[in-house]
């Protein structure tokens, strides 16, 4: 119950203080994170990590890890430098004789991916919502930062949706069909009724856990499938994450796509009781 309780109050701090928290994580790694624009490494800069989404990357100067571009390419000129992995997702990877990429090189050729990151950041209609870039940034932080925190507990959650996913899929139907029967039963008490905002939190906080298991095992495959070193959690869980809300603005079948996956996702947070214990 300790952990139950700590979890929900640190799940309520990731969704009041996301934006800060990443704003400034960003910064004090030298990290450098931009959406639906360009990033430049200049001469003389030596950064981290670079990653762009729905933008290309330049490197002048050293990267000290990955370099990645989704929906956009990966430069180096003369005398660049990127330590880790170049990965472009949408573009390519093009560097000069003379520049250096410490890691594997990762090409997936999607053209689409720009069109539907610059679609998803001029507020397109999508089929259950709407999501504008700061929305998107926002879901995308929340998910990461659930990476960061509790690695276990989401571990746990994707080991047992990679192994069962259709039946993780049925606990999540069911654990939807049961919310509004719950929210009655809570009606009908008084007591009940002050815990339906506390009950309602806990739904959000088991579909963001979901969403994030979802994400990371999609991010998983997809690099192991280019033959690419294991990444941190939370960079696959970026990757995955940002592919399914891509997808979902395919009109309908986007949309279903997204609901039958982070359901598989939500029933494996009910199964695993939020990643506590291994099914």
Known sequence: MKKFICFILAALFIISLASAVFAE?????????????????????????????????????????????????????????????????????FKADNAKIGGDVVEIGAPWVEGAIKKLSSNAPVIGASFSLLSALAMLALLVLIAVIFPKHLE??????????????????LGVILIVPIVVL??????????????LFVVFCAYLM????????????????????????????????????????VPFIGWLIKFIVVLAGFGGVIVTRFGMQKA
Not at 158 to 165: A, C, G, H, N
Not at 186 to 199: A, D, E, H, Q
């Open 25 to 93: 994580s960003v910064l004090e790694s030298k990290e450098i994170v931009k959406f639906n624009k360009d990033v430049v490494v200049e001469e003389w800069e030596s950064v981290k990590q670079v990653v762009a989404i729905g933008g290309s990357v330049l490197v002048k100067g050293r990267v000290e890890e990955d370099a990645v571009a989704i929906g956009g390419s990966v430069k180096l000129l003369s005398g660049a430098e990127v330590g880790g992995d170049a990965v472009a997702i949408g573009g390519g990877v």
């Open 186 to 199: 809570l009606i009908i008490s008084l007591i009940g009724i002050m815990l339906i905002p506390v009950f």
């Open 210 to 249: 979901g969403f994030s298991a979802i994400g990371a095992l999609l991010g998983r495959k997809i690099f192991k499938a280019f033959k690419t070193k294991k990444k941190p959690l939370a960079l696959e869980v970026l990757l995955g994450a940002l592919i399914i809300l891509l997808i979902s603005l």
């Open 156 to 173: 746990a959650v994707i080991s047992v949706v990679d192994k069962k996913m259709l039946a993780n899929f049925g606990w999540g139907i």
